[in-house]
């Protein structure tokens, strides 16, 4: 089946620096892409998403760029804040029996 | 604005138990979804629905049920609890096939 792949965490970073949370996607033909945030004690909420390839997704300070010749999709931030620590969900699909989550990315930003 | 609520938010259940995780969406959506969730595992479907009397198996279905009389209405039935029970669970739903889903607040479900 489908499979979606992301960078271990957990990612330590200090205020202010750049963020980049790679993720990779094994789905076929051109599956819709979302990123998802988790804030500790609370449900997943949708960041951003694309639909198609070369669209980029943005919501607050944060951007990916569907690119089907590499299938991947990384998450960026130019400048990350305390607020932004959280696990950070890639998935892909949108049918209603083929989305496909990976296992997380636990970011933390220390003053 | 509510989205997606579920209840309860905490459970301890003996081993054997049956309980009912509810979930109601206030937002006329279609589809809804159950996804339970394990440490550094990710996401894994249980049971879906396409709307009120539609539901199907997902990744994961052994040891629950569901049922969807109404469109806002997705119960999530555990019969005989087992250990390998003991997750997060998850409602979510969307409004079509390609958008982005709402997830309620979850429950901490542990088996004793």
């Known amino acids: 089946g489908n499979s979606v792949t992301q960078m271990e965490g957990p990612v330590t970073l200090s205020e202010e620096a750049f963020l980049t949370i790679n993720c990779t996607y094994t789905a076929t033909g051109y599956p819709s892409l979302f990123w998802y945030v988790q804030y500790p004690g609370e449900g997943l909420q949708l960041l951003l998403k694309?639909?198609?390839?070369?669209d980029k997704g943005s919501n607050k300070g944060f951007e990916a760029t569907y690119r089907k010749e590499t299938t991947s999709f990384h998450l960026e931030k130019g400048s990350v804040q305390v607020s932004d620590s959280a696990v950070y969900f890639c998935a892909e699909g949108g049918g209603y029996q083929k989305v496909t989550f990976g296992t997380g990315t636990k970011l933390q930003v220390i003053p | 604005n509510a989205g997606v609520t579920q209840t309860p938010k905490f459970r301890i259940l003996k081993i054997g138990q049956s309980m009912t995780l509810q979930c109601t969406q206030d937002m006329n959506h279609n589809y809804m979804y159950w996804y339970r969730q394990d440490p550094g595992m990710g996401l894994k479907l249980i049971y879906y629905?396409?709307?009120?009397?539609?539901?199907d198996k997902g990744e994961v279905p052994n040891g629950y049920n569901v049922s969807r009389s109404t469109t806002e209405d997705f119960p999530l039935r555990l019969e005989l609890a087992a250990p390998s029970q003991t997750s997060v669970y998850f409602c979510?739903?969307?409004?079509?096939?390609?958008?982005?889903?709402?997830f309620g607040s979850g429950t901490r479900l542990t088996v004793v």
């Open positions: 629905s396409v709307g009120a009397g539609i539901t």
């Open positions: 694309a639909t198609k390839a070369d």
């Open positions: 979510a739903s969307s409004a079509d096939r390609v958008g982005g889903y709402t």
